[in-house]
């Protein structure tokens, strides 16, 4: 069936450093992928998308790229911040509006 | 602003007490769905909706119901409760058709099950 594959957590990194935080995913026909990210004590929120192979979604300062060649979405930025701490989740969508998640990655980023 | 909004946010309730965790979104949003999210487990639909009265299973839907009666709101309902229901529950809502449609969480409700 379909799925995603996140990296295990926690991603322990300093300010400023580079981050990337892998994701695979397996489905049939032609899915379009996400990030959301949930904060600690909230829900999650979209934080980037990307609909066709090629794509790349961008948003404050974190970009991902549809792969369809290695079936991928590695989330990237290239200077964490603090306030960037929180879960990351990748997900595809697949038929009608069915999302389906990763097991979420934890980032821990320390002054 | 658009919101979905759950209550409670917190509850811990009794073996076999039957409780209610509602959500309601002010987007007019055909399709809602109910989530739980435990660790190692990342999310997994409990229930989904397409539209009033239109309600369907997700992949984890024993133990669960719902029901759809007005666009707004969406309650999961746990006729008995027990332990393995203990988990962070979150409702969402979207918009119907498109690809990359956005979708919209509730805060999460964390229900623990003693």
Redesign the interface.
């Known amino acids: 069936g379909n799925s ?1 594959t996140q990296m295990e957590g926690p991603v322990t990194l300093s300010e400023e450093a580079f981050l990337t935080i892998n994701c695979t995913y397996t489905a049939t026909g032609y899915p ?1 992928l ?1 990030w959301y990210v949930q904060y600690p ?6 934080l980037l ?4 192979a090629d794509d790349k979604g961008s948003n404050k300062g974190f970009e991902a790229t549809y792969r369809k060649e290695t079936t991928s979405f590695h989330l990237e930025k290239g200077s964490v911040q603090v306030s960037d701490s929180a879960v990351y ?1 990748c997900a595809l ?1 697949t038929g ?4 389906v ?4 990655t934890r980032l821990l980023v320390s002054p | 602003e658009a919101q ?1 909004t759950q209550n409670p946010r917190y509850l811990i309730t009794v073996t076999g007490k039957k409780l209610t965790v509602t959500c309601s979104q002010n987007m007019n949003h055909e ?1 809602m ?1 109910w ?1 739980r999210q435990d660790p ?6 409990i229930y ?1 909706s ?1 539209n009033v009265e239109v309600t369907d299973k997700g992949d984890v839907p024993e133990g669960y119901k719902v029901s759809r009666k007005e666009k707004r709101n969406f309650p999961l309902i746990l006729e008995s409760p027990s332990p393995n229901q203990t988990s962070l529950y ?1 409702c ?1 809502t ?1 918009e ?1 058709g498109g ?5 919209f ?4 409700t964390r229900l623990t099950v003693v």
């Not at chain 1, 004590?41 to 979209?46: A, D, K, R, W």
């Not at chain 1, 998308?49 to 066709?52: E, G, L, R, S, V």
């Not at chain 1, 998640?101 to 979420?104: E, L, N, R, S, Y």
């Not at chain 2, 969480?105 to 999460?108: K, P, S």
């Open positions: 995603v379009s996400f004590g909230e829900g999650l929120q979209l998308k990307a609909t066709k989740f969508i009608f509006q069915k999302l998640f990763g097991t979420g | 979905v399709y769905s989530y190692g487990l990342g999310l997994r639909q989904y397409m979150f969402a979207a119907i690809r990359g449609t956005e979708a969480f509730g805060q999460g």
